[in-house]
């Protein structure tokens, strides 16, 4: 089992920063064997794929709607997978997600692909 505690979340001004973190544990998990997403979700709408990182941490995908402002890394040591946001807009609110699949070699996309969630946390942004 796989369990996953995101943090980090807020209010936040438009054109402000947050830095989300995601903690992994279990005994099943290790860094090396897991690639890792983000996502978020709005009310009525489908979880958008934010950024990932693949268990070795050699593939990084970011989506485009994010892409210069959103940044993936990993702490193998602390089990821990962060998503940097800068200059933050009243439209990237949302609850954000904390993701996890067993794939050492690639980066999944699709929210189906992940196999394990953590409970979410919410980020505002508003002035």
């Known amino acids: 089992q796989v369990e996953l505690v995101e943090s980090g979340g807020g209010l936040v001004q438009p054109g402000g920063s947050l830095r989300l973190s995601c903690a992994a544990s279990g005994r099943s998990f290790s860094t090396f064997s897991f690639a890792m997403g983000w996502f978020r979700q709005t009310p009525g709408s489908e979880r958008e794929f934010l950024a990932g990182?693949?268990?070795?941490?050699?593939?990084?995908s970011v989506a485009d709607s994010v892409k210069g402002r959103f940044t993936i890394s990993g702490d193998a040591a602390e089990n821990t997978v962060d998503l940097q946001m800068n200059n933050l807009l009243p439209e990237d609110t949302a609850v954000y997600y904390c993701a996890a699949r067993k794939s050492t070699t690639w980066v999944p996309l699709s929210s189906e692909m992940y196999n394990y969630w953590g409970q979410g946390t919410q980020v505002t942004v508003s002035s």
């Open positions: 990182i693949s268990g070795p941490g050699d593939k990084i």
